[in-house]
């Protein structure tokens, strides 16, 4: 992955390193990387909203330079582990941004642990709908693992590598994220990683797409400000999902960013740090009370739920 502009720390928790960026002062913000990834993925809006808030971006357990153990690697298993690192960090509750996988570990962090979580926003998250990329299918087939030591073999991986990068530069709009999906592969050189990366995916992703989901919970989030930012050209997770999101969630701001892809935090840097000040200053933070997650789980959700929230375009600076 990219090398890091801010200076990496780490913490043992459970016999595991993990590596993380705590920077800036105020309310905290957990920033929460995709597959593959690591925190240099926020790299373009981190100094921007230390200006006003803690920022913690992890990397999770099996990517980047924390740890890739034989462990539990399902999205309950990261969302505790994120409980974990706060709690170790002395921070008690969090604005949650989960982009990608992290966001179905956001959304699995504010389902388990609401009176640790202020705010949740998804960004070009999984977990609403059952499309995903072919390539992220592949990883669950028998054999992925010998093929990709094959495909990331010295010669090979600089060749497609390089392939991948000059395609990000045309100006296409179904190669705008290949970039990052470069960088993606390129950590798959790495055995442990390769390990690490299938057992995350096979607990969320099977032959027809994805089989986690926050359907089923999605009437809780009634109790919590939410927001979901996907960009329109996104060709990993469709943006018709950010639809999906506004019909499961009717109280949620969507907002879908114009010429971004599936990272549009770092398609358009500034337009996305704002989008979030602007949620967190305009919203309360979610105030935990027992009674009334009883409540929202004794009456569940009653009848179909329909899209009844707006989906804002954004236009980029």
Known sequence: MTES???VQYLTIHGHRR???RVGQGPAVLLLHGLGCDHTTWS???DTLAKRYTVIAPDLLGHGSSDKPRADYSVGGYANGMRDLLTVLGIDKVTVVGHSFGGGVAMQFAYQFPERTERMMLVASGGLGPEVSPF???ITTPGYHQVMGVLT???VRHLGIAGMRALSGTGWKSTRDLAEVADIFDTFKDPDARHAIRHVVRAVVDWKGQIVTMADRAYLTDAMPMSVVWGRDDKVIPVRHASNAAA???MARIEVI???GHFPH???PQRFAKILHEFIRSTQPATYSRAKWRNLLRNGQVGPVSPVASVTSITSA
């Open 5 to 7: 502009q801010h200076e």
């Open 19 to 21: 590596a993380f960026v």
């Open 44 to 46: 373009p809006i981190i």
């Open 136 to 138: 992220i299918r592949a």
């Open 153 to 155: 073999a010295p010669g």
């Open 248 to 250: 499961l969630a009717p």
């Open 258 to 260: 114009p010429n971004a």
């Open 266 to 268: 770092k398609d358009h």
